[in-house]
Nanobody, 117 residues
Framework: QVQLVESGGGLVQPGGSLSLSCAASGIRLSIRSMSWYRQAPGKQRELVSTISSSGSTNYADSVKGRFTISRDNTKDTVYLLQMNSLRPEDTAVYYC??????????WGQGTQVTVSS
């Protein structure tokens, strides 16, 4: 059974930083891509960033230059999202998503990020 577990969320002041982690277990299939999504109260879930199996990345315009997605080089089923210069509008529940090479989708349970003074 595939399981994705996010961690690293919390409360941070504007301008601060947080690092989110997504650990995948039970997935011995090749991972096609890994993405971070977020959903703020009353809003639709939106794509934040994606990293492909080749390492190519892309970002939503709202987070470019502030967020960095990566894969843990020591654990190839752990993915990270480094978030710097956080803004109140970054407040949301952040979810990790994995698409396998067989095009199956897997979601984590989400982790809350709150940016507030």
């Amino acid at each position: 059974q595939v399981q994705l577990v996010e961690s690293g969320g919390g409360l941070v002041q504007p301008g601060g930083s947080l690092s989110l982690s997504c650990a995948a277990s039970g997935i011995r299939l090749s991972i096609r891509s890994m993405s971070w999504y977020r959903q703020a109260p009353g809003k639709q879930r939106e794509l934040v960033s994606t990293i492909s199996s080749s390492g190519s990345t892309n970002y939503a315009d709202s987070v470019k230059g502030r967020f960095t997605i990566s894969r843990d080089n020591t654990k190839d089923t752990v993915y990270l999202l480094q978030m710097n210069s956080l803004r109140p509008e970054d407040t949301a529940v952040y979810y990790c998503n994995i698409i396998s090479n067989s095009l199956q989708f897997y979601w984590g349970q989400g982790t809350q990020v709150t940016v507030s003074s």
